[in-house]
Structures are given as C-alpha cells and as structure tokens.
C-alpha cells in the first residue's frame, strides 16, 4: 500500500506504482488453483474401516515449501447413506498418501431410510516441505453409500473434485 502522507498533493512515484502493480500480480498469481482434479461416475463406499477406506478422489502430487498453509476441498453434488436403520452412517476422511489426516465429513441419518445430502468440506493445513498426495476417501457403518457425480451435461449430476488452493 502506498502511505499517502509520503505524497501529499496526491500523486505517486512511479516506483511506488510498480509496487502496487506487482502486490497485484502476485496477489492474483497466489489465488489459483494448486491443484484440481474432478470425478465424473459415481463411487459405491462399502468399507468399514478407515485404514480400507474406499477412495473416492486423490489429487496429484504436489510439492509444498513447508510454510504456506493451503485449503484442501472435496464437493459432490450429493452423498447417500446406507439404506436401513436409523444411525446408519457415511465418512468422508482426508488422506495423505496412505496417512490418515482424520475425518473431512460426515452424514448420519437419524431415521429409517435413507438420504442424500449435497457435500463441500474444506481443512486448512500446512503440508511440510515435501510432496504430497491428498485422497479423500469414504467408509460406511453398514451396507452401501454412494458419492454422486456425473458428467454436468443436461439432466445429469455435475462432477465432484478435491481441490487445493493457498489460504
């Protein structure tokens, strides 16, 4: 930012704007994606455990300087729980590599039956000074949930993504 009591009368160095200009630049050049990378079929999750957690989407690997904090987002046009008794339950966990980063979301049905929830989970972390590979995968408590995407054509679910950008 310019310090306006440094230009009184209102006009600014050229070099003060070429500041500005750059502040600008990079501003814009840190905003976009990381990395994105959607899915277009729907995902059948049928395991129980979180170490066999079915995957739904995994992001390309990308290097990270160890100090700037990124959001990792996953969305799908909806998650399904399993069909059947009340407190049947569909996970959605952060994966890094084979590394569990614990649970992303979560959809729980109070009732018989089932239901279908439109999804956009969000975590800020801080990757170390390395590469990293960012999964989000899905267990259930019992039976089938179902991750819904498609091709976004007319009549059609929109796809799903993980995406990362710099908070």
Do not use: K
Not at 34 to 45: C, E, H, S
Not at 102 to 122: D, E, H, N, Y
């Amino acid at each position: 930012m310019v310090d306006r009591r440094e230009y009184p009368s209102g006009r600014i160095s050229p070099a003060s704007v070429q500041g500005l200009i750059d502040d600008a630049i990079e501003a814009l050049e840190l905003g976009g994606d990381l990395d994105f990378v959607a899915f277009t079929a729907p995902v059948n999750v049928t395991a129980t455990v979180e170490a066999n957690a079915n995957p739904i989407v995994t992001a390309t690997p990308v290097v990270y300087d160890g100090s700037t904090p990124v959001w990792i987002e996953f969305s799908a046009v909806g998650i399904q729980t399993p069909t059947g008794g009340a407190g049947r339950s569909l996970l959605l966990w952060l994966f890094d590599g084979e590394t569990s980063l614990g649970t992303l979301g979560l959809a729980l049905i109070p009732v018989s039956g089932t239901m279908v929830l439109p999804t956009l989970c969000r975590r800020r972390l801080t990757p170390s000074a390395a590469s990293h590979t960012y999964s989000v995968r899905g267990t259930v408590s019992a039976g089938t949930g179902i991750i819904s995407a498609g091709t976004g054509v007319a009549g059609a679910d929109g796809p799903g993504y993980i995406r990362t950008t710099p908070a």
